[in-house]
């Protein structure tokens, strides 16, 4: 299995930039596909997350009403839409994919089985 982020970038406060994550190596219908940010000094923290098969989402407090998580069954990826991002928002973002999830364990980067290498976003003031 293989996780491939990419859409990272350096926008000013504000702005909005809409990273993706492409799957490939095996079907995800019982898969959770999750974001998950790391920020120089801290422990990697939940973003967002969605269910492949009927897409129930789920959002950290930090990021519910600016960010959305959406699936292109497709092309096999999943994207996170950030908008109205903030200087705190800076940091290392990953995707990663956990097999059936409930969930109560959505939020929770020990439960994931796979993980993408990450796509770097800056935000400016």
């Known amino acids: 299995v293989q996780l491939q982020a990419s859409g990272g970038g350096l926008v000013q406060a504000g702005g909005s930039l809409r990273p993706s994550c492409a799957a490939s190596?095996?079907?995800?219908?019982?898969?959770?596909m999750g974001w998950f940010r790391q920020a120089p000094g801290k422990e990697r923290e939940f973003v967002a997350a969605i269910k492949w098969s009927g897409g129930s989402k789920t959002y950290s407090d930090a990021v519910k009403g600016r960010f959305s998580i959406s699936g292109d069954h497709a092309k096999n990826t999943v994207y996170l839409q950030m908008n109205s991002l903030k200087l705190e928002d800076t940091a290392g973002y990953y995707c990663?994919?956990?097999?059936?999830?409930?969930?109560?364990?959505?939020?929770?980067?020990?439960?994931?089985?796979?993980w993408g290498q990450g796509t770097l976003v800056t935000v400016s003031s």
């Open positions: 990663a994919a956990g097999r059936s999830l409930i969930t109560s364990s959505m939020s929770d980067p020990t439960k994931y089985d796979y």
């Open positions: 190596g095996r079907t995800f219908g019982n898969y959770v």
